[in-house]
Structures are given as C-alpha cells and as structure tokens.
C-alpha cells in the first residue's frame, strides 16, 4: 500500500511538473500574438507613452483602417492561391496517375526529371527565373507568380500522388477497364475519391507555401494592386510606422486571419500537411 | 519483291538524307549572311561627357551630339569628325538648319550658338541672357526662336534673325515655357509649357489656337504637320497642324518611371516614351505597348534614323534600336524559313524511310511506336507538368549552369554583350567581402538554428508525449503548433518590432524592470544584429521538427517502455538509452530540413535588417538575391547560386554516406 502511494505520488510529482513547464513556454510562444493582440487596440500615443498599460478605449478603428488599406491585396493574395492550387492538385494527380498506372517508355527518365527538382535549391536559377519572366513579358503580372508556383508545387505533388495512388489495388482499374471505362473516367471516378487525404494533405500544404512566399513576388510584382499581402505588410509597416503603430498591429491581425480559420478548421489535415513534405521528400 | 522494296526505301532515304543536310547548311547559312540587327545596339561613340542632346545630318552622315559640359562632338562611321569644347553649359536642345551646312545649339549657358557643319567652328553665338529650355529655326533658317526662362515662373518666346538681331520678344507671366518649334511652313510657333499648354503662336506672339493636356509638356516636335507632345504623366497626344486630336493614350506606366519626354518614328508611327530611370517604352500606331526596356540612366534624347531609333542616355551612351525588330516585322525574307522547314521535313522523312528500309529497326520502332500509342493518355496527362516545368525550371537552370560562367548582368543583357569570362565570378567570391561576412555568419546561423532545433522542440514534444491524459495531450501539442497561423513572414516583422529601440517590447521590459543600461538598438548595432536575428522566435518551439519528434516518440512500442519501467530505469535513462536512439532518423531529419532552410531562406534577415547595419548580417543568399535586385549581377548571382548548391548537395550526400556507413 505505502509503496502504491510513492509511485502515485511520484507520478503526480512528474505530471505537475511537466504541465508546469509546458505552460511556461506555452506562454512565452504566445507573448507575440499576445502582443500583436494587445497593441492593435491601442493608440499611437498609448504605445509610445504608456507601453504595457492597458487601452483606456478599444481603438477599433486600428482594424478598420487597416481592413481597408489590406483588403485589396488580401483578396487579391486568396484569388492567386486558389487559382495556383486547383492547378498544383490537378496537373498532380494527372502526373502521379500517369506514373503509378502506366508503364509507357521514357517513364523512368521522365520520373527522375521530377525527382531531380527536389535536390535543386530555387537560389540556383533565381536569377535566371527572374530573367526568363522579364523576356517572356511576364514581370509586374500575377502570371509571373501563377506560373512558377504551380511548376514548383506540382513537383512534391506528384510524387506524393504517385506514392499515394500507387496503393490503389489494380484491381479496381482492371475491373473498370473491362467495362470498358478510358483512363479519364478511371482518373475521376475511382482514383481522385480514393486518394482524397493526400489531395487535402497537398492542397494545405500549398497554400501554407504560397501564403509565405515573399521573396519572389517582391522581385516579380511592382504594383501594389497586384501584390500580395504579405509584402504589402512591409510596405503598410513603413507607412504607419510613425503615425499608427496600433493600426500596424492590426493589420498583422487581418493578414494571418486566413491561416488561422484554415487552421482551425483543418487542424489535423494541416499538421498533416506540415509534416508531410518534409518526411516523404 | 519484299528485298526490292527495301532497298528502295533504303536509296529514297539515302537520297532524302542528303537533300535534308545539304537545303539545311545552306538555309543557315544564308539566314547568317540575312540575319536581322538586334533589337538594341550600343553605339560605341564617347563624347567623354553626360550626352544630353542629339542630331543627325542624313547627307553628311554626321551625327552630332551634344554634352551636359558643353562639349559638341561629330561621329562619321564611328569615328570622330570633329569636336568643339568652346560653349559654356549644357546643348539643351541641337537643332539641323535647313541648308545642310549648320547647327544651332540652345545651350543652357543662357547662349545660343551656330556651328558650321563642315569644320565644327562656331559661326553665330548670341547672348540671350535668360535659361534656354529650348530652340527652333525656321525652315529658310531666317529665323531662331528660342523659350526662355527666369526665376520661378517668368518665361520669355525670343525671335532672332540669322545674324543674332532681337526682333521679337514676347513675356509670359506665371508659366513656365519648356519647348518651341517651328511649323513645316515657318509662318507659325508651337510653344509647350509647364501648366500642359501647346500655343499656336505668331512670331510676334499673338496666340492663335490652344490645346491643353493637362500635364507638363516635356517633348514637342512637329512631323511634317503631325504635332507630337509627350506629357509628364507618360500621355502622348498626336495632332493634326489644326490641333484635332489623332491619337491620345498614355503608355502602360504601372512602374511610376518619371517621364522626361519622348520621339515618334515617322514612318511606322511607333511613339517612344522615355524615363529618368532609363526605361523607354514604346508604343504601336495602333497605342498598343510593344516594347519596355530598361538602360539605367536617364534618357536624354532620341533621333529617328531610317528604320533605327538612335537615343543617348546620360550616362550609359548611345544606343540604337531597330523599330521593325520591335513591331515584329520581319526584316529578312520568308524564303529561309520555308527552305529550312522543307530541308527538316526531308530529313525526316529521309530517317522515316531508313527505319522501313531495315528489318530489326523496322520492328523496334513499331513496337515502341505501338507501345507510346497505347500509353497516350499518359503523355497526355504529364504534357502540361512539364511544358510549366520546362519555362519555370529546366530552362531557368540550363540558363543559370551556362551563364554563371560570364559577364551577365543588368547592363550586359543581351546575348551580344555576354561574354564569356571562365571562373571568374568564382573568383570575385574569395575577395569579396560580402560573401566573406556572409560565410561567417553562416557558419554561426548553422550552429545556431540545428541547436534550436534539436533541444526545445524536443524538450517539449517528450514533455506532451509523457502526459498522462489524452485530452491534455491533444490540446497541448494543438496550442503549440498553433502559433504558426501567423506566417513566418508576419512572424518576422512581428519580432522586428519586438526589437524596436523605443516602442519594441524588449527595450520597454528592460525599462520597467530597471535595466536601462541593457537597452539597445538591437538591429542597428552591429554588435548585436546578428545575435536578435537569431533570438527571434524564442523560446524556439517550432512547430514541425516538435511534431516530426512527436510523431517519432509515439511510434515507440509501448512495451519497450514498460519493460524499462518494470526494470526500475528512470524516465532519464530511458530517454537516452532507448527513446533518443529510436529516435535518431528523425532528429538527423530534422538537422537536414535545418541546414537546407538555414543555406537558403534569407527572407527573416531581408525584413529584419536587409543585412545591414553596414554589411554585418549578410548571408551568402542574401547577397545572391542583392546581385540580382539591387546590383543587377546576374552571372555572379548565378555563381552564387551554384556554389550554395554544390555545398548543399556534397554535405547532404556526405550525411547519407555516413548514415549508410553506420547502418551496416
């Protein structure tokens, strides 16, 4: 009985502890988005006079006037991801059929042109990507971001598709073949239902990457009509940076509002995604 | 009978073959011989001034340019004819007399001077007194007129005879005047000013038409009776000599250059458009844009020559640009073209006779052709893959892997000025103190980031994985992973504000607590921008290597725990003993992702210090990206480029090796 009550009592021991630390980082993970969250409801003078003292009124109107400032780009940012992803899903699960049911001569060259892509950092060509863009009369257009999204996100979605339907028994095609069903409706009606998981798996994937990419609409997009939330931010920062650093806050706020309902929507899915093209690539 | 049809498919291929070879060589080298200009041409002429001014004499074949110092120089063929360094300010405008024989120069040394074709002498100099913007003569060259301005907003229309006499004079009060020219029949002036006004005007100056655009008129130039002005807003308005309006459009400036004026080449129509920036644009006859190009420094003036549009930027030199190369109209005949293609179709139809002229060929390819036929749904499906992977990736590598090899660059960028020049770029790598820094710092970030990675993440996903209760578990590992809703990039500046020296979190904590002395400008010491680069993101939980880790831990039998457990091992012992070496793959997968994203992601020092303070936060992508965005260095950003690819991909498959070492 006495030795009952140590081991209990050790394990309650251990388990406070644990939960003890845990909320310790949980709590210092969180001091930005505790931070943002506070300071978008202040005014400038507040922030600069009064740093950590709460708002005397909720300054809704930070948000406002960001919404409106960053509503543009944000809708226009969602517009090119869906786009760029309805295409990163489709053109993948065409490539990955195509390699995991049919053995068609160049099958292996061609598979190895995919695989190679994942082995070549984008810092290689990015002065030639960005050359190429200009000749092709593509700079300061949404295409000059479309396009190369796509090309790099159908690479990892391929090879996930192909692993992914590869699983799909033969049988089910060699039944449907004798029916006399071609390679298009074989591709809708049987596989994309069975490989769904991957296609949402990739799709949250994507759109994580597309939403982050910064680094290259910058070079590529000059109008800021045409530009994405992200780099618009930066732009956004330096013009409120003296004036309204609440209304900076805020639009923080706004711009990861997206990720966040997908987040909270897809949580498992999205941790999915996460892992997903690290682990498999 | 079998025998005989194969062998004459063999002759006819043969045949064929010939042909198709001999039509081919022939074609390309006649298209060499045909071959069109390029598009732009440098004009090796240097006046060793700032080029501000521009005139052609067609008999003479004399181009004349003239400086910002003055200096008026004629090229012949590329060779200096003759030069004159007697005037005093900058040849605003250089304007032909009708005789063929003289140059007048409005000069903004408030002169205007006559030079003799022939020898360059200076004939004529008359002190107007005033700022010249710009001139005109008559077409009997009886007369100069010249718009004048003094102080903010007086300006002045002078009229000259040949010999240097005043005749008429006429003030304008709060306008700005900026360009005059004479009508093809010299009865009338058109005057342009600052408020957007063209003025149809006497000599005398009575006003008899006007036209208004609205916006500075910074070129006006009359085409035999067709009045082009081209407006500071980047509007061109085309005019008929009784100002209806032809055509108005403004040219697709979603770029904000700021215009500094512009030229039309009679014969096509085409309207060019140029910038303080150095881009020219242009426009079809039909206002569609068909050209944008950059050249760096400010376009000063521009010179329709035949079918070539000569133009001088102020410092980079004269170019010329072949207007029909830009309208696509092509030059040279169609007959090349039709004898290459017909030449290729020989050749394959040779090639196509030879398989059917031999047996085992014959059968091979029937077989392979049949097997392609049937998979072509397959070929199909991948088409559109690997047309997108061709334009945006095979292609943007085969460039970078050839070109990195040579003078590549912003000012370099057409196949005819890229030059090969070995390892050279390479090279410039081992001297160049941004790329050092960048290596160093490197170095540092590397050690740094895989520290991070494998200590709290880990920390905290045994932490989860040893909780008791699986709604605690869930909840945790989802509140962890939750702050990664906020995109890294928004993360970044987020932490870039933390840092602000006077509202940033830090330095304000650091004041409650009464630790002024600790404040700093964190990113803008050299002493410590690297250090709060690296501190960002604290306490380091990031949100993939915790769940791969996790993931990992779970997967552990729970038998081999409860084993060690029975055994009387601590929870110590067996995280070291039995978890840590279970979990090994994963934490060498973690390190891998780390060292990839820490060779190549730059975008949290872009947006945090942009590399500065000075130089010291540089990475060596950073810089790849600063020689393309910045220094327009694209063949060293190419070497960059290459040599963080080598770097990553030897110590990768160096990682593998050993692994593979170790498994067996």
Excluded at chain 2, 167 to 175: G, I, P, W
Excluded at chain 2, 471 to 481: D, E, G, I, N, Y
Excluded at chain 2, 531 to 555: E, H, K, Q, R, T
Aim: charged fraction near 15%.
């Amino acid at each position: 009985m006495k030795h009952w009550g140590k081991k209990k009592w050790r394990e309650f021991r251990f388990q406070t502890v644990v939960e003890i630390l845990l909320v310790i980082f949980l709590l210092l993970s969180f001091i930005p988005i505790f931070l943002t969250l506070f300071m978008s409801t202040k005014t400038n003078w507040e922030i600069f006079n009064d740093f950590f003292a709460p708002p005397r009124r909720i300054i809704w109107s930070n948000y406002t006037k960001a919404f409106t400032y960053l509503f543009r780009n944000m809708a226009n940012t969602l517009g090119m991801i869906v786009v760029s992803v309805v295409a990163v899903l489709a053109l993948s699960v065409m490539g990955g059929f195509a390699f995991a049911t049919r053995r068609f001569p160049g099958k292996g060259f061609l598979y190895f042109m995919i695989l190679v892509l994942l082995m070549i950092p984008g810092c290689l060509y990015l002065a030639a990507n960005y050359t190429l863009i200009k000749d092709y009369g593509l700079l300061n257009s949404r295409l000059a971001v479309i396009l190369p999204w796509i090309a790099g996100g159908l690479v990892m979605g391929t090879i996930l598709c192909r692993n992914s339907i590869e699983g799909v028994p033969s049988v089910l095609y060699e039944a449907a073949r004798l029916e006399g069903c071609n390679d298009f409706h074989l591709l809708i009606d049987i596989t994309i239902p069975l490989v769904k998981p991957i296609l949402s798996t990739v799709a949250i994937m994507k759109v994580v990457d597309f939403y982050n990419d910064y680094i290259w609409p910058m070079m590529v997009i000059q109008s800021n009509d045409k530009q994405l939330v992200t780099v618009i931010l930066k732009v956004f920062t330096g013009l409120n940076s003296s004036s309204g650093l609440g209304i900076v806050y805020a639009g923080y706020v706004i711009a990861s509002l997206p990720l966040l309902i997908l987040f909270t929507f897809t949580s498992r899915m999205y941790m999915e995604g996460l892992t997903a093209g690290a682990i498999k690539g | 009978m079998h025998m005989k049809k194969r062998r004459l498919f063999r002759i006819i291929a043969a045949v064929c073959l010939v042909l198709g070879i001999l039509g081919l060589l022939f074609a390309v080298r006649a298209e060499k011989n045909a071959a069109p200009d390029e598009t732009v041409r440098r004009l090796e002429l240097d006046t060793g001034g700032k080029n501000r001014s521009l005139a052609y004499d067609e008999e003479k074949d004399l181009l004349i340019v003239g400086t910002h110092e003055g200096i008026v120089t004629a090229f012949r063929d590329g060779e200096t004819v003759w030069q004159n360094a007697e005037a005093a300010g900058a040849h605003a405008a250089l304007v032909l007399g009708a005789s063929g024989e003289t140059l007048y120069s409005g000069n903004e040394g408030m002169h205007i001077y006559g030079y003799r074709l022939a020898d360059g002498e200076i004939f004529l100099d008359i002190n107007v007194q005033r700022l010249v913007a710009d001139i005109a003569v008559s077409p009997d060259e009886s007369r100069i007129a010249v718009v004048t301005n003094t102080g903010q907003s007086k300006s002045n229309l002078l009229v000259y005879d040949a010999a240097g006499e005043l005749l008429f004079n006429t003030a304008y009060k709060s306008t700005t005047l900026r360009q005059v020219a004479y009508s093809p029949d010299g009865a009338s002036l058109l005057t342009g000013n600052k408020k957007g006004e063209l003025r149809r005007v006497t000599e005398e100056g009575e006003e008899l038409a006007l036209y208004k655009t609205g916006y500075d008129i910074l070129s006006l130039r009359d085409y035999d009776g067709q009045i082009l002005c081209v407006c500071s807003d980047g509007s061109y308005h085309l005019l008929t000599e009784d100002f209806t309006c032809l055509r108005t459009v403004r040219i697709n400036n979603d770029i904000n250059a700021s215009i500094t004026g512009g030229a039309m080449d009679p014969a096509t129509g085409t309207v060019f458009v140029g910038s303080e920036q150095g881009y020219l644009f242009a426009n079809s006859a039909e206002d569609l844009p068909v050209y944008r190009e950059t050249f760096s420094s400010r376009i000063t003036d521009y010179l329709p020559v035949g079918d070539e549009l000569w133009f001088t930027t102020i410092t980079n030199g004269l170019y010329s640009l072949s207007v029909p190369a830009i309208l696509h109209t092509e030059k040279g005949s169609s007959v090349w073209t039709v004898m290459r293609a017909a030449s290729y179709a020989l050749c394959g139809a040779g090639l196509v006779f030879l398989i059917l002229g031999i047996e085992w060929l014959r059968k091979r390819v029937g077989r392979l052709l049949f097997r392609v036929w049937r998979n072509r749904m397959a070929y199909v499906f991948l088409l559109p893959t690997f047309v997108l992977l061709y334009f945006f990736a095979y292609r943007g590598i085969f460039v970078a892997l050839t070109r990195a090899f040579t003078n590549w660059s912003k000012t370099n960028y057409h196949q005819a000025d890229i030059s090969f020049v070995g390892l050279d770029n390479f090279k410039t790598m081992l001297t160049d103190s941004y790329f050092r820094v960048g290596i160093k710092n490197l170095a540092i970030l590397m050690v740094v980031n895989i520290l991070k990675a494998v200590t709290v993440p880990l920390l905290i996903a045994w932490l989860i994985y040893n909780i008791k209760s699986d709604k605690s578990k869930f909840a945790h590992r989802f509140l962890f992973v939750f702050p990664i809703v906020i995109p890294g990039v928004i993360n970044v500046m987020i932490w870039q504000k933390i840092y602000d020296p006077s509202t940033g979190l830090l330095n304000n904590l650091l004041g409650i607590m009464g630790m002024q002395s600790w404040q700093r400008v964190w990113l803008g010491d050299p002493k410590t921008a690297l250090a709060s680069i690296m501190f960002a993101g604290f306490p380091f939980v990031a949100a993939l290597p915790m769940l791969i880790y996790y993931g990992a831990l779970g997967n552990i039998g729970e038998e081999i725990i409860e084993s060690a457990l029975i055994d009387g091992a601590g929870r110590h012992k067996i995280f070291w003993k039995i978890q840590l070496p279970l979990i090994w793959p994963q934490v060498s997968l973690v390190v891998t992702l780390v060292f990839i994203s820490t060779m190549q992601d730059y975008y949290t020092i872009y947006i945090m210090t942009a590399g500065g303070p000075g130089i010291s936060t540089y990475v060596p992508a950073l810089e790849l990206y600063m020689n393309i965005a910045q220094f327009g260095k694209y063949g060293y950003a190419s070497a960059l480029g290459i040599t963080l690819t080598l770097c990553t991909l030897a110590v990768l498959g160096l990682s593998r090796l050993l692994r593979k070492k170790e498994a067996e």
